[in-house]
């Protein structure tokens, strides 16, 4: 098979190609299971493979580009004026091939699993920052619900919160 560049549409199960050979016509169409994937990559010769920049495609990234291929991930708002019909997966690995075909198509550079595994401690870290906040501003409505007010800021919390536990018209049930 003479390919110049693949389009992959990743999903959970299975995922579909889409490739085009060095006059642009489609020489490849097809589904592969996510078990098979790796070997039917490994029996190519080394090939560029675009694939929209989402969860999963720097795994990918890296696996495709261990067997030798060049792999660019394209972020999916430079992908989407490339489909042309109704949103499937065909669709969609045409439109990624399509877009990887654009000399200024920008890409994402694939990341190490170092640095997803950074990502993730900060992301997580965020989260978590933002649950907080959203607790304080909870407390803060719902004391306001009693006219109780505080200053905004995390430390002056537990002040509210003892104001809340002396106040006479705050029944027990609203008691945190």
């Not at 795994?59 to 495709?64: A, D, I, K, Y």
């Not at 490339?82 to 690995?93: L, P």
Request: glycine residues 6%; hydrophobic residues 45%; contains cysteine.
């Amino acid at each position: 098979m003479n390919l110049k560049r693949i389009g992959l549409d990743t999903s959970k199960a299975v995922f579909t190609l889409h490739g085009v050979d060095h006059d642009e016509k489609i020489v490849l169409r097809r589904n592969i299971k996510r078990a098979e994937l790796e070997a039917f990559f490994a029996k190519l010769p080394p090939t560029l493979v675009a694939l929209e920049a989402c969860g999963g495609s720097h795994h990918w990234g890296r696996r495709l580009a261990a067997l030798g291929h060049t792999v660019r991930l394209i972020p999916p708002q430079y992908v989407k004026p490339f489909v042309r019909r109704g949103k499937n997966d065909r669709n969609d690995a045409e439109a990624i091939c399509e877009a990887a075909s654009r000399p200024e198509m920008p890409i994402v550079p694939v990341k190490a699993a170092e640095q997803q595994a950074d990502a993730i401690v900060l992301s997580a870290r965020e989260l978590l920052v933002r649950q907080r906040t959203q607790l304080v501003n909870a407390i803060r409505g719902h004391a306001a619900e009693f006219g109780i007010v505080a200053a905004r800021s995390i430390s002056h919390v537990p002040a509210l919160l003892e104001v809340v536990a002396a106040e006479i018209a705050v029944p027990n049930s609203g008691i945190m």
